[in-house]
């Protein structure tokens, strides 16, 4: 059912000297063919139901920036969601936000492994390999996990350019939240801001980082912040910045 050019995952970088790691979940609103189109408009397939516009950008400026390794998944949330649980009731959205999604109504129990199977497994497995590989060459890891948010959700506006989020771990978040404010002194951070992880969005920070003991964080940008060259370049340097900023104040540890 897969073909060539539907690739579950890419890893770039993956021997990046950085202790950074990046990873981008909603990176592409990709859908394989043999799906058509879930019965959704061409606005639709593009809008921020289907991924996370800007991230990816973001995430390859800050590899690029840090001599990151960088994994990103190349399948549209409306496929599968890689950042939700498999017992989550919106790994496989029939509604979001206030859009039907047909195309997943009803789908067979068959049908609902297949995803899992090809498309969220495989993404989970790369970061778990990437992670392996660095603890085995004693390679000190930060995840940052980078995505997007929509300016507006169900007609309420979002103020926030910038929201951080963590897991069970608060620190490396914090120290991030502050070397963002001691930079950029009038910016308007969200904490745990347009999500937290009560919501159940925060699988990917939580299995690869707190599971593993790995300093994280979770990075939410407003996606009209990041649609243009100029506002990419200008996230990625002022994240690679504080994060290199938060890492020094958490004095670089857990190897």
Known sequence: MIASNEKAVTVTNARGASPFVIVCDHASNFIPEAYG????TPVQRVSHIAWDPGAL??????SDALDAPLVWSGISRLIIDPNRDLDAPDLIWTL????????NENLSPEEREYRITHFHQPYHTAIERLLEMRRHAGMETVL????????????????WPI???????????EALRDALAAAEPDLNIGWNQPYA???????????HGDGRGLEATMIELRNDEILSREGV???????AECLEAARRKRGGKRP
Do not use: Q
């Open 144 to 159: 940052v996990c980078m995505h997007s948010f929509t300016p507006v959700y169900l007609g309420i506006a979002r103020p």
């Open 96 to 103: 979001s936000e206030a859009t039907r999604i047909p195309g």
């Open 37 to 40: 189109d879930l019965g959704l």
């Open 163 to 173: 929201g951080l989020l963590h897991g069970r771990d608060t620190g490396f978040t």
């Open 57 to 62: 950008a973001v995430s390859r400026g800050l």
């Open 197 to 207: 992880a009560l919501n159940g969005v925060t699988l990917t920070l939580e299995k």
């Open 233 to 239: 370049t200008y996230w990625a340097e002022l994240l």
